[in-house]
């Protein structure tokens, strides 16, 4: 396994709700940021939501703020994903990606900011 596996995909209609999950082989500060991408088929990877380790201030991609939540469970080594209100426009093959660049003290947006990736776990939402 890799360190970072993500779990929790699948297909649902239009209006559901999915929970990601990336259980990651970080101890305690290794990664200065995790986050969440996405990839639909012929368009670039793009970011959804990600987090700073240090505040914990999770910050939205524009298309998903108010339905999708990150959040992170330090006991558990895990990075979650709630998306709720889910849109066929969702459907992608979704990415828990890690950084362990600590000198900047925020979390970018792009995806070669980050140096960790997972597999990836698809998402489907029907009309």
């Known amino acids: 396994q890799g360190d970072l596996v993500e779990s929790g995909g699948g297909s649902v209609q239009a209006g559901g709700s999915l929970r990601l999950s990336c259980v990651h082989s970080?101890?305690?500060?290794?990664?200065?940021?995790m986050g969440w991408f996405r990839q639909a088929p012929g368009k670039e990877r793009e970011g959804v939501a990600r987090?700073?380790?240090?505040?914990?201030?999770?910050v939205y991609a524009d298309s998903v703020k108010g339905r999708f939540t990150i959040s992170k469970d330090n006991a558990k080594n895990t990075l979650l994903l709630q998306m709720n209100n889910l849109k066929p426009e969702d459907t992608a093959m979704y990415f828990c990606?890690?950084?362990?660049?600590?000198?900047?003290?925020?979390?970018?947006?792009?995806?070669?900011?980050?140096?960790?990736w997972g597999q990836g776990t698809q998402v489907t939402v029907s009309s």
């Open positions: 990606a890690a950084s362990t660049d600590w000198r900047k003290q925020w979390c970018g947006s792009r995806a070669e900011e980050y140096n960790y």
């Open positions: 987090i700073y380790s240090d505040d914990e201030i999770p």
């Open positions: 970080g101890y305690t500060y290794r990664w200065s940021c």
